[in-house]
């Protein structure tokens, strides 16, 4: 047996032993459904616990703001990073949100789901 044909087994024999520098295809999936998951534990309506304040989180990245106190909606777009949320509204304003154990920290202020928030005509 030639000296190359010797090494060239040796070396596949070894490589089998080696890791390989990329990772394989089911990883790299499992960390896309992953990063889904904590974007569809997002969707949905949230409100404050006395309802002065809903929210409503769209599968589109978009969101629908509503204050009791006022007749207006305000309108932005989010984005989920694992548990944080960047909020940043159609007029500039930007808010960093964190979720944890089913409820949604917004600055001072606590959302939690909400089924029982009255019907919302949020379209922008």
């Known amino acids: 047996m030639p000296l190359t ?25 499992a960390m896309v459904e992953e990063a889904d998951a904590f974007a569809r534990a997002a969707l949905g309506r949230w409100a404050t616990e006395d309802g002065a304040i809903v929210i409503e989180l769209r599968p589109d990245g ?3 703001k509503a204050k009791q106190a006022t007749p207006d909606w305000y309108h932005g777009r ?3 990073d694992r548990s944080q ?8 304003q930007v808010a960093k949100g964190e979720m944890r154990r089913g ?19 949020s379209q922008p």
């Not at 060239?8 to 999936?29: D, K, N, Y």
């Not at 949320?85 to 500039?92: K, R, T």
């Not at 949604?104 to 919302?120: C, D, H, V």
């Open 5 to 29: 044909n010797m090494l060239q087994s040796l070396s596949h024999f070894a490589a089998g032993f080696v890791a390989s520098a990329r990772p394989t295809r089911s990883l790299e999936i």
């Open 62 to 64: 978009r969101y629908n």
């Open 78 to 80: 989010y984005e989920v």
């Open 85 to 92: 949320l960047y909020f940043e509204s159609d007029s500039g």
């Open 103 to 121: 409820v949604l920290r917004i600055g001072e202020k606590q959302f939690r789901r909400s089924r029982l928030a009255p019907e919302l005509n």
